[in-house]
Structure formats: structure tokens, C-alpha cells
């Protein structure tokens, strides 16, 4: 990690400063400082870091372990095979379930390693607002909000729906792939109406007329300002459902295009420390849903956290291979464009290649290698390539 992280060292930025010479006179001078966002953020994520490896640690001695065949109590369960995530090794505990002192210990952990999802998704979300959006997107991107909405999510922002609240439950979304389809739509609305806003403040607005029946422009900045506010309280409310969706369209652009190294390095890192807490946090569902199985009349030890359900599951994640391949079909058109604009011909090897980067940014560690809660507990860690 410390040769990964070090090209932050030296991104620095210089700063006015005042140096006293030995006559006393007193000069300005440029000093080198660490980046601000790079001096606020890396450190915050090493010490997230160091939080969800002390956690893991702590969990030695433990009273569960796992085994890598066989099922839940018999007759409780599907068989490995016929289960969703069979090729995970399944969590076992004791035939009482686990002690009080057990349980107790295992639920302040899961709250440890929740704040540190919280957090690190938050880190995450600040340096992808600050990352701009690349010149090929905003000229493919329509430039009408309602273009980019869609006629029926255009129809539940300006309906009188009260709370952002009323407004998720009329979407009536189905699955994560809906719910991701909608926040991609919705942040390019939100693009495209900053944007317009940013244009019409500059002064780069149309010329206004004195004529009577033509809309007053001032009405029309208002309605989009308040268009603005709903939609991103939708967002907010979106994500906070789905706290583990992957990268939406925009921020995978973003990622993919991005040539600020500081940048890349601390989304990548909050990012990977945000799936890694998540996946403890499923692995933690798991084994209270088997000390449940195990021991109906123990006390209710549920691990409820958004976007987790009693068994460790996401929402619906037998939808993530669609929301990786949607993406990666919008992402392919895109570089595809960008690359017939940067040059006439290009090779079947260049085109691999960016294929491969655009898969890897989509496929987030959360959904692929998964984690086991306490490194000695774990008997063995799943293939690298488990789907």
C-alpha cells in the first residue's frame, strides 16, 4: 500500500509564506504543501483502512467457523448447489448458537465496520463531484433535463409529491437495475440543468425580448432551479436505499477518462475500503442468520443495515451481471466515439485493451472476491473468479 500510495507525496502546491533574513528584513516566499484534498482525505482513508484490518483481527478465538460443503441444519436450507452464492464457504456455529458475550461482540463490530462503510462511501462520493466530467460525455449528453429524464420520471418530478419519499415509492422500482437506470437518468438531469444555469449566470443566455407572449426567462430559471432541488433529493433518497450499487454512467466516465492521479488514487481507495466493509457486513448477516436457524428461542441478534437484509443479501443481486453489461455497453459506444474523433484507424489490440479497462472499472470488488469475517475463522478464501 505504501508504494501505491506514494505518488501522493509529491503532489504538492505552493503557498505564500514570509522568511525573516538574518538583517531582519522579512521575505514572501512559495513553499511546497500538500495538496488540500490529498492532505484531508489520505489520511482519513489509512486510518479506515487500519479500523476494518484491527476488526478483522480482532476476530480470533471466535465461535463460528466455516465449511466449505454441506448445508445449514438439515432440511433448513437449499442445497450449495440450488443456493444463490453457492460457492461461498457457509458460516456454522454451535449447536446452542452463539453465547450472549458472542453475539454481543459481533454486532459492535459489524457497527465499527458500518461507520467505516459510511464513511469511506462518503470520501467517495466528495472526490467523484470533484473529478470534472469529460468534454466527449457533455457533448453526447442531451442538453434538455426532461430529454435526459424521460416523459414518466419527468411526470413524478413535477408532480405534487411532497418529499422525496412519495416520490421513490411512485417509481415503483423492481429491482437494482431499475434503481440504477434511474440515477443514471437523473444525474445527467442534473448535469444538463447546472450546466444551462452556469451558461445563462455567465451571461452566455439568449437575448431577451420585450415582447409580451414570450415567456419571462426569470420563471423558466426558477422552475429549473426548483427541478434541481427535487431531483437531488431523489438521488439522495435513491442511494441511501441502495447504498451498494455500482458505479453509475457518469462516474465511470469519469473514472475511465480521469487524468488527475491524486484524484484516482483516493477514489480507488474509498472505494475498495466501501465494497470491503460492505462484504464484512454480509458475511456478519450470514452468521447471525445461522445462529437464528441454529437457535429460535435465542434473542432476535438481527445485523440491520441498509441495503443488507437478514441473510446478508443485497437488494437483488442476481441483476448484477445486467448492470455491469449495460454499462459497459453505453461506456463502449462512448470510447469507441472518442476514439474515432482522436484518430481514423485504430487496432484490435488497442480496442482489447479498452475493453479490459472499461470491465474493470465497472467490477467493483464487492461484487466479486469476497470476504470472510475473521481471517482464522475463514478455512479457506473462494476463487478469485468465483461469478
Same mark, same amino acid.
Given at each position: 500500500?505504501?508504494?501505491?500510495?506514494?505518488?501522493?507525496?509529491?503532489?504538492?502546491?505552493?503557498?505564500?509564506?514570509?522568511?525573516?533574513?538574518?538583517?531582519?528584513?522579512?521575505?514572501?516566499?512559495?513553499?511546497?504543501?500538500?495538496?488540500?484534498?490529498?492532505?484531508?482525505?489520505?489520511?482519513?482513508?489509512?486510518?479506515? $483502512?487500519?479500523?476494518?484490518?484491527?476488526? #478483522?483481527?480482532?476476530?480470533?478465538?471466535?465461535?463460528?467457523?466455516? &465449511? !466449505?460443503?454441506?448445508?445449514?441444519?438439515? +432440511?433448513?436450507?437449499? %442445497?450449495?448447489?440450488?443456493?444463490?452464492?453457492?460457492? #461461498?464457504?457457509?458460516? /456454522?456455529?454451535?449447536?446452542?448458537?452463539?453465547?450472549?458475550?458472542?453475539?454481543?461482540?459481533?454486532?459492535?463490530?459489524?457497527?465499527?465496520?458500518?461507520?467505516?462503510?459510511?464513511?469511506?462511501?462518503?470520501?467517495?462520493?466528495?472526490?467523484?463531484?470533484?473529478?470534472?466530467?469529460?468534454?466527449?460525455?457533455?457533448?453526447?449528453?442531451?442538453?434538455?433535463?426532461?430529454?435526459?429524464?424521460?416523459?414518466?420520471?419527468?411526470?413524478?418530478?413535477?408532480?405534487?409529491?411532497?418529499?422525496?419519499?412519495?416520490?421513490?415509492?411512485?417509481?415503483?422500482?423492481?429491482?437494482?437495475?431499475?434503481?440504477?437506470?434511474?440515477?443514471?437518468?437523473?444525474?445527467?438531469?442534473?448535469?444538463?440543468?447546472?450546466?444551462?444555469?452556469?451558461?445563462?449566470?455567465?451571461?452566455?443566455?439568449?437575448?431577451?425580448? &420585450?415582447?409580451?407572449?414570450?415567456?419571462?426567462?426569470? %420563471? !423558466?430559471?426558477?422552475?429549473?432551479?426548483?427541478?434541481?432541488?427535487?431531483?437531488?433529493?431523489?438521488?439522495?433518497?435513491?442511494?441511501?436505499?441502495?447504498?451498494?450499487?455500482?458505479?453509475?454512467?457518469?462516474?465511470?466516465?469519469?473514472?475511465?477518462?480521469?487524468? $488527475?492521479?491524486?484524484?484516482?488514487?483516493?477514489?480507488?481507495?474509498?472505494?475498495?475500503?466501501?465494497?470491503?466493509?460492505? &462484504?464484512?457486513?454480509?458475511?456478519?448477516?450470514?452468521?447471525?442468520?445461522?445462529?437464528?436457524?441454529?437457535?429460535? &428461542?435465542?434473542?432476535?441478534?438481527?445485523?440491520?443495515?441498509?441495503?443488507?437484509?437478514?441473510?446478508?443479501?443485497? !437488494?437483488?443481486?442476481?441483476?448484477?451481471?445486467?448492470?455491469?453489461?449495460?454499462?459497459?455497453? /453505453?461506456?463502449? +459506444?462512448?470510447?469507441?466515439?472518442?476514439?474515432?474523433?482522436?484518430?481514423?484507424?485504430?487496432?484490435?489490440?488497442?480496442?482489447?485493451?479498452?475493453?479490459?479497462?472499461?470491465?474493470?472499472?465497472?467490477?467493483?470488488?464487492?461484487?466479486?472476491?469476497?470476504?470472510?469475517?475473521?481471517?482464522?475463522?475463514?478455512?479457506?478464501?473462494?476463487?478469485?473468479?468465483?461469478?
Amino acid at each position: 500500500m505504501d508504494w501505491l500510495l506514494s505518488p501522493a507525496n509529491y503532489m504538492v502546491e505552493l503557498v505564500p509564506a514570509k522568511q525573516n533574513c538574518a538583517n531582519g528584513q522579512a521575505l514572501e516566499i512559495m513553499t511546497p504543501k500538500t495538496r488540500a484534498d490529498i492532505h484531508v482525505n489520505l489520511p482519513a482513508l489509512q486510518k479506515l $483502512d487500519s479500523m476494518l484490518i484491527d476488526t #478483522l483481527n480482532s476476530m480470533v478465538n471466535t465461535e463460528f467457523w466455516y &465449511s !466449505e460443503v454441506g448445508s445449514r441444519a438439515e +432440511g433448513r436450507t437449499k %442445497s450449495a448447489k440450488e443456493s444463490k452464492r453457492w460457492w #461461498l464457504p457457509l458460516p /456454522q456455529v454451535p449447536t446452542n448458537g452463539l453465547s450472549d458475550s458472542g453475539r454481543k461482540k459481533l454486532l459492535n463490530q459489524s457497527k465499527v465496520v458500518y461507520q467505516v462503510f459510511k464513511a469511506a462511501k462518503s470520501i467517495n462520493e466528495t472526490i467523484l463531484l470533484e473529478i470534472p466530467v469529460p468534454t466527449i460525455i457533455k457533448e453526447a449528453l442531451p442538453k434538455s433535463g426532461k430529454a435526459n429524464l424521460g416523459e414518466e420520471l419527468y411526470k413524478v418530478l413535477t408532480s405534487e409529491s411532497n418529499t422525496a419519499e412519495e416520490m421513490l415509492n411512485s417509481l415503483n422500482l423492481q429491482s437494482e437495475h431499475c434503481a440504477l437506470e434511474t440515477i443514471n437518468k437523473l444525474e445527467a438531469a442534473v448535469f444538463a440543468w447546472k450546466d444551462r444555469m452556469t451558461a445563462q449566470g455567465g451571461g452566455k443566455s439568449p437575448v431577451r425580448t &420585450s415582447w409580451s407572449f414570450v415567456k419571462d426567462p426569470m %420563471s !423558466e430559471f426558477e422552475k429549473m432551479e426548483s427541478l434541481l432541488d427535487r431531483t437531488e433529493s431523489l438521488l439522495q433518497k435513491l442511494k441511501s436505499r441502495y447504498p451498494n450499487l455500482p458505479q453509475t454512467f457518469l462516474d465511470c466516465t469519469k473514472i475511465q477518462f480521469g487524468k $488527475d492521479v491524486g484524484h484516482a488514487i483516493l477514489e480507488a481507495y474509498s472505494r475498495v475500503l466501501g465494497n470491503l466493509a460492505f &462484504s464484512i457486513l454480509s458475511r456478519i448477516a450470514d452468521i447471525m442468520q445461522e445462529d437464528s436457524l441454529t437457535n429460535p &428461542s435465542s434473542p432476535a441478534a438481527t445485523c440491520c443495515f441498509p441495503g443488507i437484509n437478514s441473510s446478508g443479501y443485497v !437488494e437483488t443481486p442476481v441483476h448484477a451481471l445486467h448492470l455491469r453489461h449495460s454499462l459497459i455497453d /453505453q461506456m463502449s +459506444g462512448v470510447d469507441v466515439n472518442y476514439r474515432k474523433s482522436d484518430a481514423s484507424h485504430v487496432s484490435d489490440q488497442e480496442l482489447s485493451c479498452s475493453e479490459g479497462r472499461t470491465s474493470s472499472v465497472i467490477a467493483t470488488p464487492s461484487r466479486g472476491r469476497v470476504w470472510c469475517a475473521g481471517g482464522d475463522a475463514c478455512r479457506s478464501l473462494p476463487p478469485t473468479d468465483s461469478p
